[in-house]
């Protein structure tokens, strides 16, 4: 699971959205940006939400769409994008947080120092978005200062499968001896002292007058 490419999207009011930034320089072409711009720089209803879009080329572009309303900025408003670049068949659900994360702390830093708005201080995204490519790609996390008061802390947290469903007539087999884990869960533990490889499911439950649903839902924690 690798980011191909970071980009950094604003609306500019005399030649719409542009791409302002981007890692790789080039990966993502304006005439190949033209044709996805609009979701990229959305109307008002995809604003703080996350959103994926296809390129003619397949590459997948995601990102999440800010608006800053304030009579200062042309048009009364500042609109900004900071997406990431994948190949059309990476899993990129992991990225989401990130990608909020991301919009939240721009979003901050333009309303307490006009960090976007100011030439001097946005010209920095371009440093900020290199380091996050390579340190996400390399290590997945980092740690970037962006003034004297902030700093973006960065990780990537593997996507963690939802647990299969479990079946009344299914019998619990122990692979382990402690479970101190759960040691203060009192349903757990009535459930784990019935576990004896030949119990099933429903039997169980029934034993320890335990609700069938949270039996299933102890056992789901422990697989």
């Known amino acids: 699971m690798v980011i191909n ?22 990966w993502i072409n304006n005439e190949v940006f033209d044709t996805v711009s609009e979701y990229v720089i959305t109307k ?3 604003y703080d939400r996350v959103v994926s879009i296809s390129t003619p080329l397949g590459d997948k572009i995601m990102g999440v769409p800010v608006c800053i309303e304030n009579s200062k900025y042309p048009r009364n408003a500042l609109l900004f994008n900071l997406c990431f670049v994948f190949g059309s068949k990476t899993q990129t659900s992991i990225y989401i947080p990130i990608l909020r994360k991301l919009a939240v702390t721009l979003r901050d ?6 960090f976007i708005y100011r030439e001097t201080s946005k010209s920095r995204i ?8 390579s340190h996400l790609n390399s290590t997945g996390e980092c740690i970037i200062p962006v003034d004297a008061a902030n700093t973006i802390h960065l990780k990537i947290f593997p ?35 019935h576990i004896d490889s030949i119990k099933y499911v429903k039997q169980i439950a029934e034993e320890a007058k ?11 924690q422990l697989l």
């Not at 371009?126 to 490519?133: G, H, N, V």
């Open 5 to 26: 490419g970071i980009l950094f999207c604003e609306f500019d009011a005399s030649l719409g959205p542009k791409i302002t930034y981007q890692v790789p320089k080039g």
């Open 109 to 114: 830093l333009e309303t307490e120092s006009e």
């Open 159 to 193: 996507h963690i499968s939802s647990p299969p469903p479990i079946l009344d007539h299914e019998v619990p087999v122990k692979t382990v001896s402690n479970f101190e884990t759960f040691e203060e869960e009192f349903s757990m533990q009535m459930v784990l002292s």
């Open 210 to 220: 335990v609700k069938i649903e949270i039996v299933r839902q102890c056992l789901q």
């Open 126 to 133: 371009l440093d900020i978005i290199t380091r996050i490519l």
């Open 44 to 46: 008002p209803f995809l």
